[in-house]
């Protein structure tokens, strides 16, 4: 019996640090990926005009600068986040990093709605874990080939998945809204923050 009990906790004890070690791989695999976009999204810009200014492609076409899917970069500052949004919301994009939903606007669009999905909570990735921490007047930034464009976070509710009407346009703003599972751990609801693009 005893020896019985030693084996079952030898087998126990491999089985959690195989897990430890799976999980492991997996976070540095994603960070691997993280930083490819990164990367590529950097190599956009710079082969534009230089470091630090908006990409666009030849003849000033900002589409022409499109590469490995990307459709730029969100930088939260409050919430430390920092991260590539990829071309579509897709479960294979969202895996992998943020993703922009499709059929909304482009950024430049005046008076238009974008909305960038994430994870909020991830095996892999932060992604959009603390978003809920945002709070009116906190700054949002989002590069893309076309500019860059900063907005305010102006409110945060929480809605049903099929409430889609809450990233339709609204009078006077250009708006953002940053779109995530709700609560933590699940996917009954969604929490969105949103911002209006400053001028």
């Known amino acids: 019996m005893k020896k019985t009990v030693r084996r079952l906790g030898t087998v126990l004890i491999l089985a959690g640090l195989?897990?430890?070690f799976c999980l492991g791989e997996?976070?540095?695999?994603?960070?691997k990926a993280q930083d490819r976009l990164m990367d590529s999204f950097e190599s956009i810009r710079a082969e534009a005009h230089g470091p630090g200014?908006?990409?666009?492609?030849?003849?000033?076409?900002?589409?022409?600068?499109?590469d490995d899917g990307?459709?730029?970069?969100?930088?939260?500052?409050?919430?430390?986040?920092q991260r590539p949004v990829l071309d579509g919301a897709t479960p294979e994009n969202l895996d992998l990093s943020l993703g922009s939903i499709s059929g909304l606007d482009d950024p430049a669009?005046?008076?238009?709605?974008?909305?960038?999905?994430?994870?909020?909570?991830?095996v892999f990735g932060e992604y959009f874990s603390r978003i809920d921490?945002?709070?009116p007047g906190d700054r949002i930034t989002y590069?893309?080939?076309?500019?860059?464009?900063?907005?305010?976070?102006?409110?945060?509710?929480?809605?049903?998945?099929?409430?889609?009407?809450?990233?339709?346009?609204?009078?006077?703003i250009t708006l953002l809204s940053l779109v995530t599972c709700w609560p933590k751990?699940?996917?009954?609801?969604?929490?969105?923050?949103?911002?209006?693009?400053l001028d």
């Open 185 to 197: 751990h699940s996917s009954a609801q969604r929490l969105i923050v949103q911002a209006k693009q």
């Open 26 to 31: 997996g976070h540095l695999e994603n960070r």
């Open 143 to 172: 590069e893309t080939s076309s500019g860059t464009y900063t907005y305010e976070v102006f409110r945060s509710l929480v809605v049903y998945p099929h409430e889609v009407s809450v990233l339709d346009r609204q009078d006077g």
């Open 18 to 20: 195989l897990l430890l």
């Open 70 to 81: 990307l459709a730029g970069l969100l930088e939260i500052p409050k919430i430390d986040l």
């Open 133 to 135: 921490e945002l709070e």
């Open 53 to 66: 200014e908006p990409a666009t492609g030849p003849d000033g076409d900002a589409a022409a600068a499109a």
């Open 109 to 122: 669009a005046e008076g238009g709605s974008l909305a960038i999905a994430g994870h909020q909570t991830h």
